[in-house]
């Protein structure tokens, strides 16, 4: 698999109305095979929801930490390949390696 480039954003310092709106910004910017990795003071559950039901399919979510000070997650950017490779089933449960 291709090298991943990530870029992190700590919204921590980021007024909470405004979190969303710069995370979204920074995901919709992101091209295939790219990751934001955001760092949080709570469990951005929230998010993903948004997120799925706003882009489905499009966006891998990984816990890297998960409190209880920090949680860190890295969302990645699929390629219409690894979308359709999990569209397929394969993938489910994780019985696939890629």
């Not at 929230?46 to 990984?62: I, K, N």
């Not at 990645?76 to 089933?89: F, T, Y």
Request: charge should be negative.
């Amino acid at each position: 698999m291709s090298t991943q480039t990530e870029t992190q954003l700590d919204v921590r310092a980021i007024e909470p109305s405004q979190r969303h709106t710069q995370i979204f910004g920074q995901l919709d910017a992101l091209r295939e095979g790219q990751a934001l990795q955001i760092v949080n003071d709570h469990d951005p559950k929230p998010l993903r929801y948004q997120l799925d039901a706003r882009s489905p399919g499009q966006f891998q979510w990984t816990y890297l930490q998960s409190g209880p000070a920090e949680w860190r997650v890295r969302i990645s950017k699929l390629s219409a390949q690894a979308r359709a490779h999990i569209e397929d089933g394969c993938c489910s449960g994780g019985a696939c390696s890629g």
